[in-house]
């Protein structure tokens, strides 16, 4: 187990977006958020303390969780004197990126030394099945995106929120480092094996009760050229029976990707859905969730009306209005 609380590093992200690791942990689990560390440069800011290393200490900060999912996953050598003050400061280390904590030689060989742990939560802790695609009961949602990071983990903890709060028996399944961290388990999906990715997910939604939702954390997207795969074995191991889809208005961009725009909402329900209906026929798109983040309270009211409006579905941002109208629309399922 890795013990909290945490400092959350936040190292030189460029963005906000960079940081998202520690923004999704400072929103589900403020709790364990005690401080941030940033780097000179970091334009990434959680709005917590930010603390030195010792500073973190005496406020009992037990490990420190690196916050920031850059592209390829990466630990730069720049954070290295960071990490090592950490440990010789009595916290251990925690990491979702790619590039490995255990496989740094400097790193491991100090955590050995002075006894610290090193926690690589993107490391698959079972050897999952291929997928067989057999029908399992219970029923699943899985949000969908545009893009990566448009708020499809956000989606799947909303709904779980407000569907218990309706006393609907609902269960959110992790599967990416950030959710992993928030919860405790899941399927670190990138981290899977190709053909074994979509079998991984079948796995993490087992057979359940018939009026039982298992909520599926979406990755990528399948216009993304770098991670559509990652989107088609949720797409397939889920079999879902709702899509939701997740937007971020006025990207200029997919992320990562300048000279690729992104698709429209009616081409993601188009192809999501044809994808979806290859293992569940009956799969149906069930409403929007928009990340209104950047917009004023009146500009994502507006945004939010229009879109429905266009769309024919309950659309909502799920984190800044609630997403007791998607759980509406699963309950009518």
Not at 31 to 36: H, N, R, S, T
Not at 87 to 102: F, P, T, V, Y
Not at 228 to 251: F, K, M, W, Y
Request: proline share 5%.
């Amino acid at each position: 187990m890795i013990e909290t609380p945490y400092l959350l590093f936040l190292g030189d992200a460029p963005d906000g977006l960079a940081a998202k690791v520690a923004q999704g942990i400072k929103d589900w689990r403020p709790e364990y958020a005690v401080g941030q560390f940033r780097l000179e440069g970091c334009k990434a800011d959680m709005k917590l303390p930010d603390l030195s290393i010792a500073e973190a200490v005496d406020k009992g900060v037990k490990t420190l969780v690196i916050g920031v999912a850059n592209r390829g996953g990466v630990i730069s050598p720049s954070w290295k004197s960071v990490l090592i003050e950490a440990m010789e400061a009595g916290l251990d280390l925690a990491s979702g990126l790619h590039n490995l904590l255990r496989n740094e030689a400097d790193l491991a060989a100090k955590a050995k030394e002075l006894g610290r742990t090193l926690h690589d939560v993107r490391i698959p802790a079972v050897q999952y099945p291929i997928a067989n695609g057999k029908k399992r009961t219970g029923k699943r949602m899985l949000a969908v995106g545009t893009d990566c990071s448009v708020g499809k983990m956000y989606t799947a903890l909303c709904v779980e929120r407000a569907m218990r709060e309706k006393g609907m028996k609902a269960t959110f399944r992790a599967t990416g480092q950030t959710g992993i961290l928030i919860t405790g388990g899941g399927v670190p999906l990138d981290a899977v094996i190709a053909d074994f990715m979509a079998g991984s997910i079948e796995y993490l939604s087992p057979d359940n009760d018939a009026d039982h939702w298992d909520l599926i954390e979406g990755q990528g997207s399948l216009f993304h050229a770098s991670y559509s795969g990652v989107t088609l074995a949720l797409i397939h191991g889920g079999q879902p029976d709702a899509l939701v889809i997740c937007h971020e208005p006025n990207r200029p961009h997919m992320r990562g990707l300048p000279d690729y725009q992104l698709p429209s909402l009616e081409a993601v329900r188009d192809l999501a859905l044809q994808m979806a209906r290859i293992v569940n026929p009956d799969c149906k798109v069930v409403g929007i969730s928009l990340n209104t983040s950047a917009m004023s309270d009146e500009e994502a009211l507006e945004y939010c009306r229009q879109t429905e409006a266009r769309m024919g579905l309950p659309t909502v941002d799920p984190f800044r209005h609630g997403a007791e109208r998607l759980a509406d629309a699963l309950a009518a399922l």
